[in-house]
């Protein structure tokens, strides 16, 4: 038996039935803080987070949480981040619960409705950053003023930093700037952030992910330089063309499958829920079967990418006249690199897959390799109860992010991070980053709850790691 499947029997122990909504006035609380924020034009390029951090301090302080117990600051004024610790015995060192307040852009014109309006509609709350990430946000300010408000007396201090820039990274991003500047605002045991999502399959929800590991992020530039000329009299050394082909080559190309820990238990429990040939497969990939790993990165985007480095065409550039040769061609190669892959080897095998002299093939950023968080006992049987409890026959997944999130700041500095949130969505209707982003209802609240009740349990002594 797995190390990972003792935890989840472990887990399915029973626990006193848990309402699976919060009391009516910490819902309508969460809500306004839910709805402060959306409102608010947070956009990585265009917003500024600082109004959204000056907004939760103030609510902080009404709620009684004293000044010097609120940090509000950051590396330019429009990029502040807000930190404020609730004090508990000090029996453990602290926990840190942490979401991001900035989002992705959107554009009115490419919504059905206005992105920066919270909108109820059928069931969801619609709005950008609905899921990414301002549900987490406001929830873990909304439950930090209900502990205050019911005296729960924890035996560590929680701490919730809500920060800047998550979604582009760069000079400005709040954990990096906390961690070099601040460190013991934010100095924790571990770390409780985005990344774990609930699964649902047509309403039903079928598994609750903990984010153990993640991907790293890099972009590289495959560039061609030609001396160009009129457009009357074309040649084949066309920059355009030596790039597309180039394109062309990384279209067809993937990545060798790899498997981890975190992935093998992954794949493993996947294969518990689904049914037909697909957890047969998934069964197998568990044990690193190739071809059953061909079938199912065939049959899923998502599975692929948990399975391989990724590599993908993201932006393009070139010419500089319409009647012109192009002297420029150049585009922006996304990828996500598998946490034993390295940044080198891939910047290495993009130059063989481009196989042309003409196209340069450069780094434009990396970010640093994270060490993947320890499956910690406390943690693991405390997500996997709750689990149980809330929504029975729902299990428990350890997974590693695909994407990237502000845990990698964290990790490398040697703080473990765990993805837990406790949202559930439509696997094939995950719209963050994209248009009419939305969170359903019922999942919000839900989410709060288990929130709710996992810092509870995670900072009370018994579960002392």
């Known amino acids: 038996m797995s190390k990972f499947s003792v935890l989840l029997l472990l887990g399915s122990l029973s626990l006193p039935a848990a309402s699976l909504l919060p009391p009516e006035p910490d819902q309508r609380l969460a809500r306004e803080i839910y709805a402060e924020m959306i409102e608010s034009k947070s956009g990585f390029t265009t917003g500024a987070t600082t109004p959204i951090a000056e907004s939760v301090a103030a609510r902080l302080k009404a709620a009684a949480f004293p000044d010097s117990d609120i940090f509000v600051g950051g590396a330019i004024p429009t990029k502040y981040n807000l930190v404020v610790r609730y004090h508990g015995s000090g029996a453990q060192k602290p926990i840190l619960l942490l979401a991001h307040i900035d989002v992705v852009e959107a554009r009115r014109e490419d919504w059905s409705m206005d992105p920066f309006q919270l909108i109820e509609k059928d069931g969801y709350f619609y709005g950008r950053g609905t899921s990414d990430d301002k549900a987490q946000a406001a929830i873990w300010v909304a439950n930090l003023i ?34 070099k500047n601040h460190r013991d605002l934010i100095e924790s045991d571990f770390a409780l952030n985005e990344g774990g999502k609930g699964e649902m399959i047509n309403g039903k929800r079928i598994a609750n992910e903990i984010g153990l590991a993640e991907k790293t992020y890099a972009d590289f530039r495959f560039e061609v330089h030609n001396k160009g000329g009129h457009s009357s009299r074309p040649v084949p050394d066309n920059a355009i063309y030596h790039l597309a082909a180039a394109l062309s080559r990384l279209a067809a190309y993937n990545f060798p499958f790899q498997l981890n ?19 047969a497969d998934l069964a197998q990939v568990a044990h690193g079967d190739e071809k059953a ?31 012109a040769l192009p002297q420029l061609a150049a585009a922006n190669i996304n990828c996500r690199i598998f946490p034993h892959d390295t940044v080198e080897h891939v910047l290495a095998t993009l130059k063989q897959i481009a196989a042309d002299d003409q196209v340069i093939v450069s780094i434009k950023t990396a970010e640093a390799k ?24 729902v299990i428990a997944v350890p997974e590693m992010s695909t994407g990237a999130s502000d845990g990698r700041y964290l990790r490398a500095a040697g703080i473990p991070t765990y993805g837990i949130q406790g949202f559930f969505l439509d696997r094939d209707d995950v719209r963050a980053h994209g248009r009419d982003e939305r969170m359903p209802v019922q999942s919000f609240y839900e989410g709060q709850t288990f929130l709710y009740e996992l810092v509870k349990r995670l900072s009370s002594e018994p579960m002392a790691h």
């Open 146 to 179: 209900r502990y205050k408000r019911e005296g729960f007396r924890p035996d560590r201090d929680l701490i919730v930093a809500l920060t800047a820039d998550e979604e582009g990274g760069g000079p400005y991003n709040g954990v990096d700037w906390l961690l």
């Open 261 to 279: 820990d975190v992935t093998r238990a992954y794949f493993a429990q996947l294969s518990k829920i689904e049914t037909g040939p697909l957890a």
């Open 293 to 323: 790993m061909e079938r199912v990165a065939r049959q899923s985007p998502g599975m692929n990418s948990m399975l391989r480095t990724t590599c993908v065409a993201t932006q393009l550039e070139g010419g500089h006249a319409p009647n």
């Open 370 to 393: 994270a060490p993947p968080s320890p499956m910690r006992p406390d943690i693991m049987n405390a997500f996997a109860q709750i689990t149980d409890t809330m929504w029975p026959g």
